[in-house]
């Protein structure tokens, strides 16, 4: 399962990536934007692949604790901002930048795990 929602995610990855490429090379006339949906690939398997992955770690009994929720949240703000510019709805970007912010609070607050010597 872990499997697939890592597929899901580089899925994910890729299809966020992939339209800008085409623009930067080939300009945006002559490329698969048009034809291709890349916002729905981006929300179908963005969703699914932190969707999976919760759903294996409830499965196997892990505790989700704030920084694990901050940045599953963070992902999710994520996708939807970038599916959103591909759907080009007018507050993408606000979703977009309010994922970066909590992304930027994940990474801001420590880890409370403590190392074992």
């Not at 080939?26 to 992955?53: K, Q, R």
């Not at 977009?96 to 420590?110: K, N, Q, R």
Request: with cysteine; proline share 3%.
């Amino acid at each position: 399962m872990k499997k697939i929602a890592n597929l899901s995610l580089g899925i994910c990855g890729a299809s966020i990536a992939l339209p800008r490429l085409f623009i930067l090379f080939a300009g945006e006339e002559n490329t698969l934007l048009n034809v291709f949906p890349w916002g729905g690939l981006i929300l179908i398997s963005g969703i699914l692949g932190v969707s999976l992955h919760l759903w294996e770690g409830r499965k196997e009994g892990v505790k989700f604790g704030f920084q694990s929720l901050i940045l599953f949240l963070s992902l999710l703000l994520l996708f939807v901002g970038f599916a959103g510019l591909e759907f080009q709805w007018e507050n993408a970007k606000f979703i977009l930048f309010i994922g970066v912010l909590t992304l930027g609070i994940w990474l801001v607050f420590p880890n409370n795990k403590k190392e074992e010597e």
